[in-house]
């Protein structure tokens, strides 16, 4: 790409193991931080759905900026995820150290829950909790246990979001069954006619860092879209037979226009949306 791209997503995530799990814990006040992304309630069913919770630090390659509200510098820090039972009950915590582009993901299972849980429906509050300056890009997923499919995606845009940093966590698929697809409109604003056309490139990444499919530069006119599948198809052999896969959707534009994108993962048998996640803002640069 040339210089003049500038990404909707700093760069590749690496998955981080080795993560501390604690028990059932009365949760710990925590610190304040209103810059931080947040998620309100989820539930599921824990007879057949678990919830992932992934978080992203962001790198941003050749820019040292202080993050909003104007306190943070991008690099390394210590990283809490949190699900608790939005009492003040802590029911799964995981604490790890991300350097800039590293991910790490905790799941809530059937499990990790205790018995005094209704066996029908739970509703689960997740939460991320920081320490040292970095910008965090998360997502939050109900998975079904039987087949790995997503059922459900959601993203949380913080105040970090402003059309070079990310508008997207990660978000899985099972290969066997389901297709992610990612979408990019050049939207018209009526009274704003500085914005126009544009070009753009749509990129999956896999969680060790490399591109799994790109679109390659796409002239983008005024009020038109485009869109980029990622499907088994597209997938190295060892992904595509493993029962769920996480990627991170990039965008890239060169010109000045105003981009809305939108995720979606499909079902490959009958084409129902499964879960989808759209921008919070439009990109506007």
């Known amino acids: 790409m040339s210089i003049g791209w ?8 690496v998955v981080v193991g080795g993560v501390l ?7 710990r006040s925590p610190k304040v931080q209103p810059d931080l992304p947040s998620f309100g309630l989820v539930g599921i069913a824990p007879a057949s759905q678990f919830v992932r919770l992934n978080v992203t630090n962001m790198r941003v390659a050749g820019l040292a900026f202080l993050a909003p509200p104007g306190t943070l510098m991008v690099g390394p820090c210590r990283v ?28 809530l299972m059937a499990s990790d829950l205790s018995p005094l849980f209704a066996p029908g429906r739970v509703e689960i509050l ?3 909790e920081r320490s ?6 998360p997502s939050v997923e109900v998975v079904a246990t039987a087949t790995s499919e997503t059922n459900a995606y959601v993203l949380r845009k ?5 059309g070079f940093l990310p508008a997207y966590g990660l978000v ?18 009526a009274g704003v006619p500085r914005f126009g056309d544009c070009n753009v490139a749509l990129t999956f990444f896999n969680a060790r860092g490399g591109p799994l499919k790109q679109s390659g530069e796409v002239h983008l006119a005024l009020g038109t879209s485009t869109r980029l599948d990622l499907t088994a198809a597209d997938l190295p052999p060892d992904l595509a037979r493993a029962p769920r896969v996480e990627v991170l959707p990039s965008l890239e534009h060169n ?31």
């Open 6 to 13: 500038k990404r909707s997503w700093g760069n590749v995530a």
């Open 21 to 27: 799990i604690a028990s059932v814990v009365r949760a």
């Open 80 to 107: 809490s995820l949190i699900f608790g039972d939005g009492q003040g009950t802590t029911l799964k915590r995981s604490d790890t150290h991300l350097a800039p582009g590293q991910s790490t993901s905790l799941d």
């Open 126 to 128: 997740p939460a991320i």
């Open 132 to 137: 040292d300056g970095c910008i965090l890009a």
């Open 158 to 162: 913080s105040a970090n979001g402003n």
């Open 172 to 189: 899985g698929m099972a290969p066997a069954s389901q297709l992610i697809r990612f979408n990019v409109s050049n939207q018209a604003i």
């Open 255 to 285: 010109g000045t226009c105003a981009l809305n994108s939108s995720v979606e993962v499909i079902s490959t048998a009958g084409g129902q949306t499964d879960a989808y996640a759209g921008d919070a803002a439009l990109s506007t640069n």
